[in-house]
């Protein structure tokens, strides 16, 4: 797919649909799922079902993760059975479209090192949406380089990759701030915890275990009047399990 400029943008137009597929899935049902398919959400309640499920491919555990949200909102009376059926058809879909996605065949846990041209596709669709001409398109690409980069230095345990990720997420804080896009803002400053914390741990100082908590209390800050408990369960952990490594690698705890 070539963008305005005649650019190829193959890893940010094919890759979209497997990491935003929850956000797609919602926009395309009814307004009172937002909630229900915020991403952070369904990223909790995936990792969730892969260490439940060993062994589950990366598209079932998604799909999986999904249809556990739906039952428990039926259950709950926040959707109808029927509304859950329509519902249920469409991730479906979703699921269809994501096992299309070349990276997204291995299973939960697998290597999660980007094909070939992902992380340049990416690169080189931030040359053509810029900050100054589309800066909302900008800071999506930058956040999807974020996740990618940050599940990649993780599995490879690469300090570098690692803080291109964080780099990567403080691009798009650049427009995703807190008083212009508080909710974006609050998903960005989780992911950029989450990545700090990796990085922190593996490799840096203190002051990157630090920043770290930082990023994670701002996002909960972001966060406070969500109303929605599974998004702050697992900022929450985040926040706590990292706050641990600090008191261990401090003498403090």
């Known amino acids: 797919v070539r963008g305005p400029g005649g650019r190829y943008q193959i890893g940010f137009r094919i ?10 899935l919602r926009d395309r049902a009814h307004p ?3 909630d229900l398919f915020d991403p952070m959400t369904v990223a909790a309640r995936y990792d969730r079902t892969g260490v439940e499920s060993p062994g589950i491919a990366r598209v079932d555990c998604w799909a999986a993760a999904v249809r556990s949200l739906l039952v428990e909102a039926t259950e709950a009376g926040r959707i109808t059975r029927g509304q859950r059926a329509e519902v249920e058809a469409g991730v479906a879909s979703v699921a269809a479209l994501m096992a299309s996605i070349p990276w997204t065949s291995p ?5 999660s090192t980007p094909r070939s041209g992902e992380i340049a596709a990416y690169r080189e669709a931030q040359q053509v949406y810029t900050l100054a001409s589309a800066p909302r398109d ?5 956040y999807n380089l974020g996740n990618t980069l940050s599940t990649w230095g993780d599995r490879a345990s690469d300090e570098a990759i690692l803080k291109q990720a964080v ?11 807190r008083d212009a896009m508080p909710e974006a803002f609050g998903k960005t400053m989780y992911r950029r915890g989450y990545a700090l914390s990796m990085l922190g741990k593996a490799f840096g100082p203190v002051d990157v275990l630090q920043q770290s908590v930082d990023a994670y209390r701002a996002a909960l800050d972001a966060q406070k009047d969500s109303g929605d408990p599974e998004v702050l369960r697992a900022t929450n952990w985040g926040l706590g399990h990292i706050l641990t490594t600090l008191a261990d690698r401090t003498g403090d705890g």
Do not use: N, S
Not at 107 to 111: A, E, L, N, Q
Not at 167 to 177: E, K
């Open 15 to 24: 890759g979209e649909p497997g990491q935003q597929a929850g956000r797609r």
């Open 32 to 34: 009172y799922l937002q």
């Open 107 to 111: 299973v939960f846990g697998d290597d």
């Open 138 to 142: 900008f800071a999506t690409i930058a």
């Open 167 to 177: 780099a990567a997420y403080d691009a798009a804080l650049l427009v995703r701030t």
